[in-house]
T-cell receptor, first 109, second 118 residues
Framework: GQNIDQPTEMTATEGAIVQINCTYQ??????LFWYQQHAGEAPTFLSY??LDGLEEKGRFSSFLSRSKGYSYLLLKELQMKDSASYLC??????????WGAGTKLIIKP | GAVVSQHPSRVICKSGTSVKIECRSL??????MFWYRQFPKQSLMLMAT?????????EQGVEKDKFLINHASLTLSTLTVTSAHPEDSSFYIC??????????????FGEGSRLTVL
């Protein structure tokens, strides 16, 4: 079956750096996405990786290794507003999005 | 970026009634829209894929007679929860892809609709 694993919850300190990991096992691969979702709101797009390597976008970076079925989202200079759930999603060979359960990130002052 | 508008944002209804949720792409044409359901502290669960001008494709376990999806135009898809019951209470979210924008794969989400069935 298809499976995406990411930690349920993480805690970090304001101003610090945090890395959220995502491992996947899917039937085919056509890209990996990271979304941010604040409680009670719809997800917002953060990043898209289809080739191996690091994609940097401001304070957020996303890394992909297709051979390892692994990605991470790196958040730098954490701010209180970064407290949210972070969803990893993989697009499979049928171009269907498979969603992880999300990682709830708690930022402490 | 592209904007998707979803309405209503919150709805409370009595058990047995039907509720319609609208999803509109405001500045692009969406040939495909997706409907998700999200229970508290859980991830998004794809309910169905809505294609303009054709029947929706439902995921396994989703009752197509209960969750009616209509995608009559390139900018509007509707989800009707028929004969709603308390177990249907959830956060319903639509999303769309701008097919003309090139394949970044990015989905644009509506604001979500929180349904509470009493």
């Amino acid at each position: 079956g298809q499976n995406i694993d990411q930690p349920t919850e993480m805690t970090a300190t304001e101003g610090a750096i945090v890395q959220i990991n995502c491992t996947y096992q899917t039937s085919g691969f056509n890209g990996l996405f990271w979304y941010q979702q604040h409680a009670g709101e719809a997800p917002t797009f953060l990043s898209y990786n289809v080739l191996d390597g690091l994609e940097e976008k401001g304070r957020f970076s996303s890394f992909l290794s297709r051979s390892k079925g692994y990605s991470y989202l790196l958040l730098k200079e954490l701010q209180m507003k970064d407290s949210a759930s972070y969803l990893c999603a993989v697009r499979d060979s049928n171009y269907q999005l498979i969603w992880g359960a999300g990682t709830k990130l708690i930022i402490k002052p | 970026g592209a904007v998707v508008s979803q309405h209503p944002s919150r709805v409370i209804c009595k058990s047995g009634t039907s509720v319609k949720i609208e999803c509109r792409s405001l500045d692009f044409q969406a040939t495909t829209m997706f409907w998700y359901r999200q229970f508290p502290k859980q991830s998004l669960m794809l309910m169905a894929t809505s294609n303009e001008g054709s029947k929706a494709t439902y995921e396994q376990g989703v009752e197509k007679d209960k969750f009616l999806i209509n995608h009559a135009s390139l900018t509007l898809s509707t989800l009707t929860v028929t004969s709603a019951h308390p177990e249907d209470s959830s956060f319903y979210i639509c999303s769309a892809r701008d097919g003309l924008a090139g394949d970044t794969g990015e989905l644009f989400f509506g604001e979500g609709s929180r349904l509470t069935v009493l």
